[in-house]
């Protein structure tokens, strides 16, 4: 049943008005952009298709992408697509205009900024002077670029040879259209309807450019869906807002949380007063803050010890079973760090190498989701398939291998092939891989997989297999750019016992997640484990956040990831909440949380 934000989206949508949803968890965001697309649809899809127009969804994961369009039909009225897709589908033939931005705007802003690094005789101003060495050279070299390429699955760009990371696709994309009238008319035109969903972790490029598509009255329009609050990584804007004079629609209604936890979640944050709607609000749930005295930190860095982790998972699990959660399936137990998980499921090793020294930002990130470029034939293909084949599972097997095998092409090398020499080479290929699983590295299984066609590896991948391994001795202020080939060297070395658990954590078939981990999710009971020492990270202090007068000030920066990152994670609670915080002093810590009026006395447990 249509709320009152949908019936003033529905207004802004017939007056032609463009506009920005605030829509806090739980409030059914997704629904209320699936109606404002079907409305379009509805009253205006004839139309569009005789103008061969279509409506841009634009999102910011491919699971999303996936759901929104399952639930239109899949109707090709609607371009649904990632953030990334869907810039680099239209400015990737304009060549000219992609050299002129990366020539004029670009590059010098980059060079800007390396030239403030670049003072002095630091390894820091050593490295920022061969950048701009670098850059001055990409600069000559652009004339000469004949197309540009984006692989999504590379962070690094090389000019010189015309590739682009993702960076440059926001950074390109945004500059162009926000500085040629001519492709913002042909964006309008193309798409008199584009919405914008998780705009919180949308760039201010890409806002910035959307709003100069749709400034004036009337179509073009833009409608951007979010919540600011549920911004957790740094790279996106944050705030949001469709161009000036835009009306902004708040979403009350929470159909996800208990109404203990809506009144947790009310006084946390205060921009936004949520309210019960639908069958939760006959759920009251319940809300618990446990205190655990932590330790001081034993380890150099201001780390805890191998020691201290043991008897932190060990208080963890006395914790856990007092609720009576540790063998229930409805539970998720939520860590801002993959450290303590890695510990407990066994693929610390895994954890250590895509977290260290050769790790980027982006493999880390997509270490996280499995997604990594040389993770993801174990995590979506090989395990799955090594797995089946020892099950009996032959026909799982062989759909893995239609789907993600050349070799099993069928308009391959071997589509002259009858089934049944097919399915014969499958169960060969198979049990030869089954065989030398345990017993080789991950890099001798790669060669086998790549020399017998049973994975369509990236180019990167298929560089790094051929290639020798590195000789030199990593130095960052040297080989930060080229940091992913000792990554990859390292990782060849290693064996499969750490695969399995990675794979179970990563396919969401354990009850652990890392806190960023589960915005969208849902869970009947959630534990939340704050614990500052373990995560090791000046980015966050959640005993700070908490507990000011007890733990000490945080800074503004901790202060505002740690607050959003913590109403993610309580509003993943359907019915139960229980958070966890390790503190230096857990009877001070209760006075001042129950003095603060977040929680009643009640909801504060201490534990010995």
């Avoid at 994961?61 to 996936?66: H, Q, S």
């Avoid at 945004?174 to 914008?196: C, E, H, T, W």
């Avoid at 503004?556 to 609670?573: D, H, I, M, P, T």
Wanted: aromatic share 10%; charged share 25%; glycine share 6%.
């Amino acid at each position: 049943m249509p709320t009152e934000s949908d019936e003033q989206i529905k207004r802004c949508l017939e007056e032609e008005r463009s506009f920005s949803i605030v829509a806090g968890a739980g409030s059914g965001k997704t629904t209320s952009l699936v109606m404002a697309l079907d409305h379009i649809r509805t009253s205006k899809g004839k139309t569009l298709r005789q103008n061969d127009q279509k409506i841009a969804c634009i999102t910011f994961t491919n699971r999303a992408v996936d759901v929104i369009s399952e639930r239109l039909g899949w109707d090709d009225i609607f371009l649904v697509s990632t953030l990334h897709s869907f810039l680099w589908g239209e400015i990737k033939r304009f060549t000219i205009d992609i050299r002129a931005a990366l020539t004029d705007v670009i590059i010098p802003a980059q060079l800007e900024k390396q030239a403030e690094k670049a003072v002095g005789n630091s390894q820091r101003a050593e490295a920022a002077r061969q950048k701009i060495e670098s850059l001055n050279a990409d600069l000559e070299a652009l004339v000469q670029v004949e197309k540009f390429l984006y692989d999504d699955t590379s962070t690094f760009s090389n000019y010189s040879e015309g590739k682009l990371s993702h960076d440059d696709v926001v950074a390109v994309s945004g500059s162009m259209i926000s500085d040629n009238a001519v492709l913002r008319k042909v964006l309008g035109q193309k798409y008199p309807y584009i919405f914008v969903d998780e705009a919180q972790d949308t760039f201010a490029e890409t806002v910035n450019a959307f709003n100069s598509i749709c400034s004036e009255e009337g179509l073009p329009v833009v409608g951007y869906f979010g919540d600011p609050w549920q911004q957790i990584y740094d790279r996106g804007m944050g705030e949001f807002a469709a161009p000036e004079g835009s009306p902004v629609i708040t979403k009350q209604e929470n159909y996800r949380c208990a109404t203990q936890v809506i009144e947790l979640l009310n006084s946390f944050r205060t921009d936004v007063e949520q309210v019960a709607s639908g069958d939760n609000a006959a759920v009251e749930g319940s809300v618990e803050l446990i205190l655990v005295q932590s330790e001081s930190p034993e380890a150099p860095r201001n780390r805890y010890s191998d020691e201290q982790l043991d008897r932190a998972a060990t208080k963890f699990d006395q914790i856990i079973r007092s609720f009576g959660w540790e063998e229930d399936e409805n539970t998720k137990l939520l860590f801002l760090v993959r450290q303590m998980i890695a510990r407990r499921l066994g693929f610390q090793n895994l954890h250590k190498l895509f977290t260290g020294e050769y790790a980027s930002s982006r493999a880390q990130e997509d270490y996280e989701s499995g997604d990594h470029k040389i993770l993801k034939p174990f995590t979506k293909v090989l395990w799955p398939l090594v797995e089946s084949y020892r099950n009996g599972d032959i026909r799982t097997v062989m759909n893995l291998l239609a789907k993600n095998s050349p070799a099993f092409n069928p308009e391959g090398e071997n589509e002259q092939k009858s089934l049944g020499e097919m399915l014969e080479l499958g169960r060969k290929l198979v049990e030869q891989l089954t065989l030398i699983w345990d017993t080789n590295n991950l890099g001798t299984i790669l060669q086998f997989v790549r020399d017998n066609g049973l994975y369509r590896f990236s180019e990167s991948v298929l560089e790094d297999l051929d290639r020798e391994p590195m000789e030199e001795e990593y130095r960052r202020d040297e080989h930060s750019q080229d940091k992913g080939r000792w990554l990859a060297d390292t990782f060849f070395t290693m064996d499969t016992l750490e695969l399995a658990n990675y794979v179970d954590f990563v396919n969401d078939n354990t009850p652990f997640s890392t806190q960023h981990g589960v915005k969208g999710e849902e869970y009947p009971n959630v534990v939340v484990v704050f614990d500052d020492t373990e995560a090791a990270w000046n980015l966050y202090s959640f005993s700070k956040l908490l507990t000011p007068g007890t733990s000490g000030e945080a800074t503004e920066g901790q202060l505002k990831r740690s607050r959003k990152l913590a109403y993610v994670c309580f509003s993943r609670a359907e019915e139960n909440l229980r958070i966890i915080l390790f503190t230096p002093n857990p009877n001070t810590a209760k006075e001042e949380l129950i003095g603060a009026e977040l929680l009643s006395e009640e909801q504060v447990v201490l534990v010995e």
